[in-house]
């Protein structure tokens, strides 16, 4: 069971990773998402899963679906900003003429590599920025993306290669817009995420700069119950915590989602509402509104890639299963 097979999604080829609890199927045609992440065992949908039908909605909004890479995360004001002395405009595409969700969108990768072994199987994809000429109208910077997804087990982990490819130093932020299903149960399911504090968002969901005490949001340390929940909250990890996400259902079964702390330092949670079928788990490395904020990297999470510079940023997906 441990191998990768192809197959079709909307007249895009998929690649789908094999193992004895997991099927994972990779969409790199398309973005490179993740749109399925099928339990074996439990015969049930992880992932808030794109229907071929919903292929046109896909293509404009395809961070509603799966896991999508966000380069960079969250809103832009106005998706205008300068780092060292260069000015960068984003295209607004959001209410209020704000940038959100960054430049990688539907893009089409390349798969370069296949790995079967004993342990488990791997697909390592590839995509270069100098290849979308809508990327480099607006950060005109050759990057060499390189993403490995490993699946062993129950254990699925994504790898991000950046390489910087330019001649001066760049702002970098990139994270994962992760839809989980709760699938219309919220009652039974709660979430426990090591966080120390929620970041002040303005009118129009920008980042203030503020910190606010986590209040009701406490509970996310301890466990917080997601029936009753309406959240579209940025927060802050604490310097001795780890970045770690465990959604788990009253029966035992659950997801640990695992970031790179070194990178990851702030969480998105939202809900799409009060919560019913999703609940969105995003890892970020910068924070919405980053290069407008007045702060330092610790704050904001901004990573100055230098040329030459190569970054690989990892993060960890593992099914729990209830105890026999």
């Known amino acids: 069971m441990k191998q990768v097979t192809k197959g079709q999604w909307g007249g895009y080829d998929t690649y789908i990773l094999h193992s004895r609890e997991l099927e994972v199927t990779l969409l790199p045609r398309l973005g490179n998402n993740v749109i399925s992440l099928w339990d074996r065992k439990e015969n049930r949908e992880i992932l808030r899963r794109p229907e071929e039908s919903d292929l046109s909605f896909y293509l404009q909004k395809p961070y509603h679906f799966g896991m999508p890479l966000l380069i960079p995360p969250g809103r832009i004001r106005e998706g205008q900003f300068q780092f060292e002395g260069t000015s960068y405009q984003f295209e607004p595409n959001s209410a209020g003429g704000h940038h959100i969700h960054g430049l990688h969108r539907a893009q089409s990768w390349c798969v370069s590599d296949i790995e079967e072994d ?3 199987c791997a697909v390592t994809t590839e995509f270069n920025t100098a290849d979308d000429p809508r990327w480099m109208e607006q950060f005109p910077v050759p990057l060499k993306f390189e993403m490995t997804f490993r699946l062993q087990d129950a254990r699925f982990k994504q790898t991000l290669k950046v390489s910087h ?3 001066k130093n760049i702002p970098f932020g990139m994270g994962y817009h992760t839809w989980f299903m709760i699938d219309g149960e919220p009652d039974r399911w709660k979430l426990e995420l090591p966080v120390q504090s929620v970041y002040e968002l303005n009118n129009e ?7 606010l005490p986590l209040g009701e949001l406490e509970a996310l340390n301890q466990g917080m119950e997601l ?5 579209d909250t940025v927060l802050r990890i604490g310097d001795e915590q780890s970045a770690e996400a465990v959604l788990m259902r009253n029966d035992g079964y659950g997801l640990r989602y695992t970031a790179d702390k070194e990178f990851f330092r702030h969480w998105v949670i939202y809900t799409k509402g009060t919560a019913d ?5 995003e890892p970020y490395t910068w924070l919405p509104d980053a290069p407008n904020l ?3 990297s610790s704050f904001t999470g901004i990573i100055t890639l230098k040329p030459g510079q190569t970054l690989a940023v990892s993060s960890l997906l593992e099914i729990i299963y209830p105890e026999l």
């Open 165 to 167: 490819l330019g001649d």
């Open 118 to 120: 004993e342990e488990g």
């Open 294 to 296: 007045d702060k330092d």
């Open 205 to 211: 969901l920008l980042t203030s700069g503020n910190l």
């Open 277 to 281: 079928q999703f609940l969105c788990i």
């Open 227 to 231: 029936a009753g929940t309406n959240l």
